[in-house]
């Protein structure tokens, strides 16, 4: 009964969370939280069918998942989840996958979900072959970090602990850069011998004791889970009480379906050879004189003075829709459209204040473009305009950033594209465009660029002589009483 109450408990937990993740799909990967979600739950439930017995009885990522979904709803303009990062280290390719972006991309944050005494005998060198030390994983995120910035700035790291952390591991995460929350559990010399360690069973290299293998599931692999494996010989209330303990939390960098086996396998002997994993003295933690670390506040985004025009945005800034021409019906159906989305929303306004008080900048390419486009659409006044704006404009010559020129081409990734985004990279300024595809196909490349999006406007002045001018709605009339 201890099993399929455990069982009944951890069900509930995951339709909980899956429906509260439901409510997050407005961010990227919103889906890829849900799917896991769901994959979860469908494990449970076929054991749970099954009438497997407790060894049998594991949920390897549900604690994980349970503190991605508390820092989603807690964090402040959370903009991606589980997102894989690709960086460097020992001149090896890796990826790392944070579980929340936040604060419009300028914070990184791990969620993790194990116990802080776990987590604390594996900071001492008393964990299980392959149990990866988060001090270890600290460092892969700031190296990471470094070859990811946005806005020019490197984004700040957390380590959001939902189970606690021991002080002495939270010192060491902060003299290395990264922002802790959580509960801060102060140590205590341990006198005599060495208590048993907690029942963290899992190591974080095994995978997921992913559930489910053929038409069952897997086996028990430690002396506890064999010993799990009879429940007569544990009390009740014991045999509850490692169930709950043995939902650990896995490094969700391996999470992430585009990391290959190899990479994971070369992850955890790398994270074997780390110096934070060697033995340390051994401390006991004390609960009850532990102190809360909420989590912290929104800082704000770095500024910048440089701004860089691309083609669309040239475009804007001088059509006739943003300059009071957008009361007309064209005959193309994508002039009308944006005519009437100016209607609705002006977007000069929006880009006039963006660029108060910067320097404008553009390159070759995108002025070149531009000029052409202008001799071959380009009514009067929107020429004139144009030989007004571009003398308010510094034009260099096309220099894209190395990693633009890494970009692989393709359909969304065009080398005008590479030269015009690459240029203001390499110039730390942000790039005003319409060319969403452009931004999100860079960014599943792995390069995120410094980008003010909005919206496009075309040249229409040539075509106004042949639109239909919208009839403006006759003012309400007062109804004679």
């Known amino acids: 009964m201890a099993t399929q109450a455990v069982l009944s408990e951890r069900v509930g937990v995951a339709e909980d969370l899956l429906r509260r993740a439901e409510r997050l799909s407005g961010a990227e990967g919103g889906a890829k939280l849900c799917g896991k979600l769901r994959s979860e739950l469908k494990f449970l439930r076929r054991i749970q069918s099954a009438h497997v017995r407790g060894a049998h009885v594991h949920s390897s990522n549900l604690t994980h998942l349970s503190a991605v979904v508390q820092s989603a709803e807690s964090l402040q303009n959370v903009v991606a989840l589980l997102r894989v990062y690709n960086y460097t280290k020992e001149e090896k390719k890796r990826s790392l996958t944070v579980d929340v972006v936040a604060d419009g991309g300028l914070l990184w944050v791990k969620a993790v979900g194990r116990k802080a005494e776990a987590l604390h005998a594996v900071w001492q060198g008393r964990g299980q072959f392959g149990d990866r030390s988060v001090i270890g994983q600290a460092g892969e995120f700031l190296l990471a970090a470094e070859e990811h910035p946005l806005h020019y700035a490197r984004p700040r790291v957390l380590f959001a602990f939902y189970n606690g952390v021991s002080v002495p591991m939270a010192t060491e995460l902060e003299r290395m850069g990264v922002e802790v929350s959580g509960e801060l559990i102060p140590t205590a ?96 933690l004390d609960r009850s004189l532990s102190c809360p670390r909420p989590l912290p506040a929104p800082a704000p985004p770095p500024s910048c003075a440089l701004v860089n025009l691309d083609v669309s945005t040239l475009l804007s800034l001088v059509s006739s829709l943003t300059h009071g021409g957008c009361g007309l019906a064209f005959r193309e159906a994508v002039l009308t459209e944006q005519a009437a989305d100016e209607r609705r929303a002006p977007v000069l306004p929006q880009m006039e204040r963006f660029m108060a008080g910067k320097e404008l900048m553009a390159c070759a390419a995108a002025v070149t473009d531009f000029q052409e486009i202008l001799r071959t659409l380009g009514g009067a006044k929107e020429k004139e305009r144009a030989q007004a704006l571009l ?60 980008v003010f999006l909005h919206e496009p406007r075309a040249l229409t002045e040539g075509k106004e002589w042949r639109a239909t001018p919208i009839a403006t709605p006759p003012e309400p009339t007062a109804t004679p009483t």
């Open 391 to 450: 003398r308010r404009v510094a034009v260099v010559t096309d220099q894209p950033s190395p990693r633009s020129l890494a970009l692989t081409p393709s359909a969304a990734v065009s080398p005008r594209s590479i030269a015009i985004f690459g240029t203001g990279d390499a110039h730390h300024a942000v790039t005003m465009t319409a060319n969403r595809k452009f931004v999100r196909a860079a960014a599943n490349q792995g390069v995120h660029y410094s």
């Open 189 to 284: 010399t341990m006198q005599g011998e060495e208590p048993e360690e907690e029942e963290e069973e899992e190591s974080e290299a095994g995978g997921r004791e992913q559930g489910i293998v053929g038409n069952g599931v897997h086996p028990p692999h430690s002396e506890q889970e064999q010993a799990a494996a009879a429940p007569s010989q544990r009390p009740p209330e014991e045999l509850l009480q490692f169930y709950r303990d043995s939902d650990s939390d896995r490094d969700s960098d391996r999470d992430s379906d585009q990391d290959s086996d190899q990479d994971s396998h070369d992850s955890a002997l790398d994270s074997d050879s780390d110096s934070d994993s060697a033995p340390r003295p051994l401390t006991l």
